[in-house]
């Protein structure tokens, strides 16, 4: 709690600051990317600012402004720390005076910072959190999300493995994201068989003891046999196919994931799943460019969270650019509700009853090719968002 009197004072220099601020400010966008820049999901959080960065200057036409107003971005370090992740959204909104934040990486971050943005009447645009929660029972109105959400991803990879005949166990990291995923997931499958969820620490290293009950529950079961991984970050589950899985005829699924971590699915050629985004798979003009662009700057293709990160940048400018550069967060809401945005993933359409983005996953299937390091998603079709029944879980 900060002291009565020393609050009157702040609020006090505030309105002495703000005539002075408004004059500087008036002729600029303030935009916050509040992200997990370090710790476990730093790899995630470094694409997806290189994506925002490329795409505001991609939608802008190389302006870096809209309307005459110079877009300026400021970056706040959540650290993978809910705690941490709250107190920068706060400091963004009232210090940096952000109109509008876009992060973080992880779903427990981005769950703390939720009331934030509720506090400060700002938007705040999750990219790339994946909770369902997060556009679910713990959303407000300030919320939007570029970013694909559990029931997405859930909801996807059952198209591709929910077949009659098919016994299925999971296997996800402890926290929000693996347990909404897993949820989301059991909601979807229709035909096949869930008989077991094996949730392990997010740190884990070890997997033998989860891979043994994962095989015990399957090795007697009749048919197609599927453990199904929902992981991120450190740690490599994929390990688990050491222990001699081929002997029972189990096999291993997941859904897309960062070029590094998909070097292990080459041990996997004709492993199906569905992915938020490859850079292969989509044929679109605004794709087309933000491969090009990766290329051109850093030799290597765009990545899972580059594209987010892009995604992310198209919406905040696509909605500026409709109000006129107006910030008014009233304004930007009513103009985001139901608008519609071009991205490397194709049209996105941000749903008004939960301001969850509507997108196309790929079902794909690995294939192996030696001109690449990791195994390489061929798309067996788009999954466009009219094929996916995706819940509404807010209770608005």
């Not at 703390?112 to 009447?121: N, S, T």
């Not at 491969?291 to 899972?304: G, S």
Request: with cysteine.
């Amino acid at each position: 709690m900060t002291h009565p009197t020393r609050r009157l004072a702040v609020i006090a220099l505030a309105c002495t600051a703000t005539l002075g601020f408004a004059q500087s400010t008036s002729g600029e966008i303030r935009i916050a990317h509040v992200y997990d820049k370090t710790g476990p999901l730093e790899a995630y959080a470094k694409q997806t600012h290189t994506g925002l960065m490329m795409g505001l200057n991609y939608a802008t036409g190389g302006t870096m402004a809209v309307n005459g107003k110079k877009l300026v971005v400021i970056e706040k370090d959540s650290q993978f720390k809910p705690d941490v992740g709250r107190a920068q959204l706060a400091a963004a909104y009232a210090d940096d005076k952000a109109d509008i934040a876009i992060g973080p990486t992880g779903s427990g971050v981005a769950l703390a910072m939720l009331p934030v943005a509720e506090e400060y009447k700002k938007i705040l645009l999750v990219e790339p959190a994946v909770a369902d929660s997060i556009t679910g029972d713990k959303w407000n109105k300030y919320i939007f999300r570029t970013g694909r959400n559990s029931s997405q991803d859930a909801i996807s990879n059952a198209v591709a493995l929910d077949k009659a005949g098919t016994t299925i166990a999971t296997l996800a990291q402890d926290y929000a994201f693996g347990r909404d995923g897993v949820k989301a997931f059991k909601e979807a499958v229709k035909n096949a068989k869930i008989v077991h969820e094996e949730y392990l620490p997010t740190n884990t290293t070890d997997f033998t003891a989860g891979a043994q009950r994962l095989i015990d529950k399957l090795k007697d079961q009749p048919g197609r046999k599927i453990i199904w991984i929902i992981w991120a970050g450190a740690g490599n589950p994929f390990k688990i196919a050491d222990l001699d899985l081929k002997r029972y005829n189990i096999e291993i699924a997941t859904g897309g994931n960062i070029l590094p971590a998909m070097t292990a699915y080459k041990q996997f050629p004709g492993m199906e799943g569905a992915s938020y985004y490859y850079f292969g798979l989509p044929k679109n003009p605004v794709n087309d460019a933000l491969v090009a662009e990766h290329y051109r700057q850093f030799k290597t293709p765009p990545d899972f969270f580059t594209a987010g990160g892009f995604s992310a940048a198209m919406a905040v400018v696509t909605a500026l650019k409709k109000t006129g550069g107006d910030t008014n967060t009233n304004k930007l809401i009513s103009t985001m509700e139901g608008m519609s945005f071009d991205t490397p993933k194709g049209k996105m359409t941000f749903r008004k009853e939960d301001h969850q983005a509507m997108q196309s996953m790929y079902h794909f299937k690995i294939k192996v090719d030696p001109a690449f390091a990791w195994g390489v998603p061929e798309l067996v079709r788009e999954i466009k968002p009219e094929d996916m029944d995706i819940p509404i879980r807010n209770k608005r």
